[in-house]
């Protein structure tokens, strides 16, 4: 099972700043790499797929890079309704598998 | 646009089994664009992906619980469900149905289950 590790678990930007989450996998996941957002309450919401891709509806101040073991998420300039945990997730290999979350809170 | 929605008991005992069905709306289940999959989360914790079924009724799942899990498919009513026996508390989660292209996109607004006498 490819483990996931994400860091770091809690990050506190304050709004308008970039914030940076990395995601590391334990063995190649090419860029078969996820990224989901998750509020308070509801369920996971799709970011970025292929490692870079953005889903649809997404805007552009959320962008996703890496490939093999190294992935980061990059959101440009945070807006509050961006403070939430986010989930790396692989779909290299099965079982897929997630990262434990980053929580990113207001500073 | 493709909808999910869980349903199932909210409350099950211990050793018992855990049934949940998801119900897919906005498109057809038999579409081979998609597998369908259960993922859970236990409270305050993590995402586990559980099982997924193609409408064929080729499944996969995750070792750590294949040994409890079923996943079943009725194309008739555009659903698939789980069932999970002998639950312990360690069960008790939310458990999300999901749609998978290879990713998992969309999602169920989940259920939660609680394992508990």
């Known amino acids: 099972e490819i483990v996931m590790t994400q860091s770091p678990a809690t990050l506190s930007v304050s709004p308008g700043e970039r914030a940076t989450l990395s995601c590391r996998a334990s063995q190649s996941v090419s860029s078969n790499l996820a990224w989901y957002q998750q509020k308070p309450g509801q369920a996971p919401r799709l970011l970025i797929y292929?490692?870079?891709t953005r889903a649809t509806g997404i805007p552009a101040r959320f962008s996703g890079s890496g490939s093999g073991t190294e992935f980061t998420l990059t959101i440009s300039s945070l807006q509050s309704e961006d403070f939430a945990v986010y989930y790396c997730q692989q779909y290299n290999n099965w079982p897929y598998t997630f990262g434990q979350g980053t929580r990113l809170e207001i500073k | 646009q493709l909808q999910l929605q869980e349903s199932g008991p909210g409350l099950v005992k211990p050793s018992e089994t855990l049934s949940l069905t998801c119900t897919v709306s906005?498109?057809?289940?038999?579409?081979?664009?998609?597998?369908w999959s259960w993922i859970r989360q236990p409270p305050g914790k993590g995402l586990e992906w559980i099982a997924y079924i193609f409408y064929t009724g080729t499944t996969n799942y995750n070792p750590s619980l294949k040994s409890r899990v079923t996943i079943s498919v009725d194309t008739s009513k555009n659903q698939f469900s789980l069932t999970l026996s002998s639950v312990t508390a360690a069960d008790t989660a939310v458990y999300y149905c999901a749609g998978q292209p290879s990713w998992f996109d969309p999602w169920g607004q989940g259920t939660l289950v609680t394992v508990s006498s």
């Open positions: 292929g490692a870079s």
């Open positions: 906005g498109g057809s289940i038999t579409t081979t664009n998609y597998y």
